[in-house]
């Protein structure tokens, strides 16, 4: 059927101009993801936003064994009412979050990558405290799992392939 065989050929297109500009996949054999796995220990954790972050950041590159490199990072977290209900207050709230890192090796103290990342969620309070607290814990993680997701894709950008080199 003409509809397969435009399916291949639509593959073909793309990826052959991806793999004639050098694309390589940042987790695939020898990119750079490989090379950040495992390698990439984080500042000890101190606060439950700094153990949801170096959590999702492990998530990501995989717990530290030998770690080639250390990772600082600053947390700051701000809380803003987003809607409110004439006599009952503010029934939706945004999380912003920022954080700075610097990504040093580890043997020689030089910096490899420095920068800073921001983004925000936002919950919904709801009829109970604890219901309201959960929901606004909920997304302080969710939070942290982005700003890990933009660290992580920055060091991927800016990490050669092989660090050795």
């Known amino acids: 059927m003409w509809s397969s065989e435009r399916r291949g050929f639509l593959v ?6 991806l793999a004639a500009c050098g694309f390589r996949p940042a987790y695939g054999p020898g990119g750079p993801g490989q090379a950040l796995r495992g390698q990439v220990r984080a500042a000890d954790p101190s606060s ?3 153990f949801a972050f170096v959590g999702a950041l492990e998530d990501r590159l995989g717990r530290p064994q030998a770690a080639r490199f250390a990772l600082a990072y600053d947390i700051a977290v701000e809380e803003r009412g987003g809607a409110r209900v004439r006599d009952v ?4 709230f945004q999380v912003f979050g920022q954080v700075s890192f610097a990504l040093t090796d580890a043997t ?3 910096e ?3 920068g800073t990342v921001q983004n925000f969620t936002a919950y919904s309070a709801t009829s109970t405290q604890l219901a309201t607290r959960m929901a606004q814990q909920d997304a302080e993680r969710r939070l942290m799992g982005i700003l ?3 660290v992580v894709t920055r060091l991927l950008a800016v990490l050669p392939a092989n660090p050795a080199s």
């Not at 073909?12 to 101009?17: A, D, I, N, R, T």
């Open 89 to 92: 207050g503010d029934s939706r």
């Open 148 to 150: 890990a997701d933009q």
């Open 108 to 110: 020689d103290g030089a």
């Open 12 to 17: 073909l297109l793309v990826g052959l101009p």
């Open 48 to 50: 439950a936003l700094d």
């Open 112 to 114: 490899i990558s420095a």
